[in-house]
């Protein structure tokens, strides 16, 4: 039997941070033996805040991003790493999505909401962007999305959206489902835990992440400065959301049980914790980052593995689109 399909990807903005290694990339690595995985770099997404990035930076993070893939353990042989942009079916999918998806759908999408409201001059394609993620995972009938918390609303969304097209022009797409992990599907910036560790946000503030490819002094010096609570010990069950963003993202890197971390950490000092925590997080990302400025020196290898990878994907995304066009009547 053909395995089952998974596909997620990372916008190239910013800094590839630990909330994205927890919550997406960690989980696709640990699923690729049992699905056909495909994971791509969705560059087009980056244009939503065109402010935001220059062309040099762009290419560039691009670059970064599918060699983070790899060095998280993303193995090309038994997964496809693709540009989205390479694949030219995702934005000739998602305006036929756009024409389905009503407008009051969008409006309820709270990432626009947050995103929009620190920028002045505000795209459209900010607006519309997870039609083009549902066009992203509709094309590959993807059965499972693996992503943070933060993108739970856009799965159901394209779940929506795949369900209307289908009722209106007959069973076209499979309706995928999320797949979240329990623990770490949210991971709090450090500087402020209200509010999620993004990357966009931690390539302006200084403190409020922890890239997966920082120097380890960086990583210890992030994590001292966390911000906790103005009480003294530990309690893995009462802590504030400082305490408990700590106490995750050490779980998270090392699998502990709930009772270790509680046993481990319940009644002792926050010096204790974030050096424990900083261990832990050096210690979990140090493969990754040696991995990763190893294959910075190879471009050439990147680049085949993008142009393989592009090359698997539009075999599938060509013949989506082609039954989509046919259930439209425009199958010329
Ligand atoms: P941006 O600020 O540019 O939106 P981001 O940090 O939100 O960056 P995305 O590229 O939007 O990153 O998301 C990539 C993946 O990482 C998604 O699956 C998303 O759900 C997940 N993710 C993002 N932030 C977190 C977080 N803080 N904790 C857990 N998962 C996260
Ligand atoms: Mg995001």
Redesign the pocket.
């Known amino acids: 039997m053909d395995k089952k399909r998974i596909l997620?990807?990372?916008?190239p903005?910013?800094r590839?941070?630990i909330?994205?290694y927890?919550?997406?990339?960690s989980v696709w690595t640990k699923e690729q033996d049992q699905f056909d995985g495909l994971y791509c770099v969705?560059d087009m997404?980056?244009f939503t805040i065109p402010e935001k990035i220059s062309p040099v930076k762009l290419k560039k993070k691009v670059w970064e991003t599918v060699a983070i893939y790899i060095a998280c353990g993303i193995d090309p042989v038994k997964s496809t790493i693709f540009i989205q942009s390479m694949v030219p079916q995702h934005s000739e999918l998602a305006w036929y999505l756009t024409c389905v998806t009503p407008m009051g759908w969008l409006d309820q999408m709270v990432?626009f909401k947050s995103?929009s409201a620190s920028n002045e001059t505000i795209g459209t394609g900010l607006y519309s962007y997870p039609i083009l993620q549902a066009a992203d995972i509709l094309l590959y009938d993807t059965s499972f999305v693996?992503?943070?918390?933060?993108?739970k609303q856009h799965i159901e969304l394209t779940r929506d959206i795949a369900k209307r097209f289908n009722h209106m022009f007959g069973k076209v797409f499979r309706v995928p489902q999320p797949m979240i992990r329990e623990v770490?599907?949210?991971?709090?910036?450090l500087d402020d835990p209200d509010v999620?560790?993004?990357?966009?946000?931690?390539e302006l503030k200084i403190g409020h992440s922890i890239g997966v490819v920082d120097d380890s002094d960086i990583i210890i010096k992030a994590i001292k400065s966390a911000k906790t609570d103005s009480g003294h010990e530990v309690s893995f069950d009462n802590g504030g959301p400082g305490v408990k963003n700590l106490l995750t993202i050490h779980q998270a890197i090392t699998g502990w049980s709930d009772d270790a971390v509680r046993n481990h950490f319940n009644g002792k000092s926050y010096g204790f914790l974030k050096s424990e925590v900083a261990e832990s997080v050096v210690e979990g990302l140090r493969p990754i980052r040696e991995k990763y400025n190893a294959l910075m020196q190879e471009p050439s290898y990147l680049s085949r593995i993008a142009t393989e990878g592009a090359e698997r994907a539009q075999s599938i995304a060509r013949l989506k689109l082609y039954t989509v066009k046919e259930a439209l009547g425009i199958d010329f």
């Open positions: 997620s990807g990372v916008q903005t910013g590839l941070h909330g994205n927890i919550g997406a990339l969705v997404h980056a990432q995103k693996p992503v943070g918390d933060d993108q770490g599907a949210r991971i709090m910036a999620k560790m993004s990357k966009s946000t931690g």
